[in-house]
């Protein structure tokens, strides 16, 4: 009965983190890999599943990793990445300009990366509109895609926790589940011979050939993404059980419109709540889920804020301007004791575990799913097809031609409908990325819109003026490209990423400052109260007898810095075979 109690609040607890794994899945799908997906099934049907599988199982280590640095650290993989290089200046003072060097030429190569992505999305969404409305030039089927995502991110509040995240996850969710249930169709309509399907999965002698071994690579490009990385450990600092301790603010309470909870069962939001219903209305708890990440002991440090004066030292102060004082400085200590008893460990603990188990299944369930779906829909309609269909034609739109004289208009409008969803999604995930670099390298300042519109500008020139510059039948090739560009930059984002996980100074987090059984601790309030908080007994911080504070170390195995390591030596050399193939004519 306690094993069952214990599964069902676990159950409970996970449905708040439900959402950032396939957020993160969606670009693992994007056209990109579609590209890629349907030339390899066309050339030799299904026996490249084997690639997708292992390129499936490198993005899981990956982002696990991804995930695991944004819940410990309460930063995204720039942030920290930016944060390494200035310890190395502080370090090493001599190679200071080198060690700036260097990081700007992260951030560019990651900003080149940021654009490669949003041009394979911008041109696979509006490949699909065209596909779905022939009469709409490409360039314009960019720029719809190019405000649509913008309206859609006017919506995505980061540091609000779950309810800021709320509607972007749900718009999202629901274009992943529909390529889901698209290909579902596709593949009951065109009846596969699932036997070779499944034997597609054992490594054969076909991998080894020169172009198997091309598309392999290509494969794995195109599916372990930059942003990805960039996207997964940015989601994995928000607080969604609402534990952090959150400090008071004098700034008027700003009117959000309340997004329905997907938590069904009521799972409590004890400390916000307890915040909330104690503070006066002119008191707001300021949204700062990433101050924790400082460590509990600089928390009170940060909030110590002081009351501003009067414009005319000589004019009288509101008669009411002591109560607020008073109300503040109440809400002080409160936040104050919070800070001091918030464990911090536990919380990651629990975000480590929940968003690793979301990572798991959204990437083999969705992910793996969707793109072994691609490829083996293009080794039925291609490969394997009596129809006398040229290999050639194994593009988006030869896909789509395919599918409409093949098995009729209806397959082939679904498949055009889940490229406009896998590519509107991918696009998102690719702008609020972009947005992610350039906070976490450059540290703007300026308001989230606008760093998106940038972005989106930086992504948006460069698809329309190759929409109108190629025309359709270069638009495959570009993918390729992108493609391309993605997995030459890939290795300056993975290995930053697995050094990080791997070092305890980064990835150590401290427990309570004041740890006390419960019967040495005085409430300062009565228990009915809405307020009524623990307040640990006064002790003497210079007391040598003090227990130490408790500090666990989150680094990640050995094992998994290994794999990770390797898998960044087996990208290295797929580029340098690549580029080698690309210079000889090959590509």
């Known amino acids: ?42 050339e030799y049907g299904y026996k490249l599943l084997f690639i997708v599988f292992v390129a499936g199982v490198a993005a899981v280590i990956l982002q696990i990793l991804s995930v695991r640095l944004g819940a410990v650290t309460s930063q995204s993989l720039p942030q920290q990445t930016r944060a390494l290089f200035l310890r190395w200046e502080a370090k090493w003072p ?30 696979g969404s509006a490949i699909a509109l065209n596909l779905l409305f022939p009469r709409l030039p490409l360039w314009a089927g960019v720029l719809i895609t190019a405000v ?8 995505f509040r980061s540091n609000s926790g779950r309810q800021g995240m709320m509607f972007f996850e749900i718009v999202i969710v629901s274009l992943v589940l529909a390529v889901f249930v698209s290909f579902a169709i596709l593949l009951h309509l065109i009846k596969p011979e699932w036997r070779e399907v499944f034997l597609g999965l054992v490594p054969s002698k076909t991998l080894f050939k020169p172009g198997a071994l091309y598309l392999g690579v290509g494969i794995i490009g195109a599916t372990v993404m930059p942003h990805a990385l960039f996207l997964g450990s940015s989601l994995a600092t928000v607080d969604r059980l609402g534990m952090l ?28 709540q307890q915040e909330r219903a104690a503070t006066p209305d002119n008191v707001e708890l300021a949204e700062l889920p ?24 000589s004019d009288p102060a509101p008669a009411d301007a002591d109560d607020k004082d008073d109300d503040f400085a109440a809400a002080q200590k409160r936040y104050e004791r919070e800070v001091r008893a918030f464990d911090r460990i536990d919380w990651v603990r629990l975000h480590v575990n929940h968003a690793s188990v979301d990572t798991i299944y959204s990437l083999f369930g969705f992910a793996l799913t969707i793109n072994s779906a691609i490829l083996t829909l293009a080794g039925a309609a291609f490969y394997y097809s009596t129809t006398g269909a ?18 009729g208009n209806g397959a082939a409008i679904i498949f055009a409908l889940a490229l406009l969803c896998a590519g509107q999604s991918a696009s998102i995930t690719a702008t609020l990325a972009g947005q992610i670099v350039s906070e976490g390298f450059l540290e703007w300042r300026t308001s989230p819109f606008v760093r998106r519109l940038i972005t989106r500008l930086i992504g948006v020139i460069p698809a329309t003026v190759v929409a109108i510059a190629v025309g359709p039948k270069g638009m495959d090739d570009m993918l390729v490209a992108s493609q391309v560009i993605l997995s030459i930059v890939l290795p300056t984002v993975t290995v930053p990423l697995v050094y990080l996980c791997s070092q305890e100074s980064v990835m150590g987090v401290d427990g309570p400052v004041e740890e006390r059984p419960l019967a040495q601790v005085d409430r300062t309030v009565s228990p009915e109260s809405p307020d009524a908080v623990p307040t640990p007994a006064p002790s003497n911080t210079d007391d040598d007898s003090a227990p130490p504070r408790r500090r666990r170390s989150f680094t990640s195995p050995k094992w998994l810095t290994g794999i990770g390591y390797l898998l960044c030596f087996v990208v290295i050399l797929a580029n340098g075979y690549v580029i080698v193939e690309l210079a000889l004519g090959n590509g």
């Open 245 to 272: 301790p959150v400090p008071p603010s004098r700034k008027p309470k700003r009117r959000n419109v309340a997004l329905p909870a997907l938590n069904v069962f009521g799972l409590r939001r004890r400390n916000q």
């Open 148 to 155: 649509d995502v913008l309206v859609v991110l006017l919506f």
């Open 290 to 313: 990433s101050v924790a990440a400082a460590g509990p002991s600089t928390l009170a440090v940060v909030a110590a804020d002081v009351a501003p004066l009067p414009k005319n030292a």
């Open 94 to 123: 001599k190679y200071r300009r080198l060690l700036r060097l260097g990081l700007w030429t992260l951030w560019a190569l990651a900003e080149i990366a940021i654009i490669a992505t949003d041009l394979a999305e911008l041109l």
């Open 390 to 407: 040229d290999k050639s034609d194994a593009s988006l739109f030869g896909a789509h031609a395919l599918l409409k004289d093949y098995i």
């Open 1 to 42: 009965m306690t094993s069952l109690r214990a599964a069902r609040a676990w159950l409970k607890r996970h449905l708040c983190f439900i959402g950032p794994g396939l957020v993160a899945a969606v670009a693992y799908v994007d056209p990109g890999n579609w590209a890629t997906d349907l030339q390899a099934g066309a």
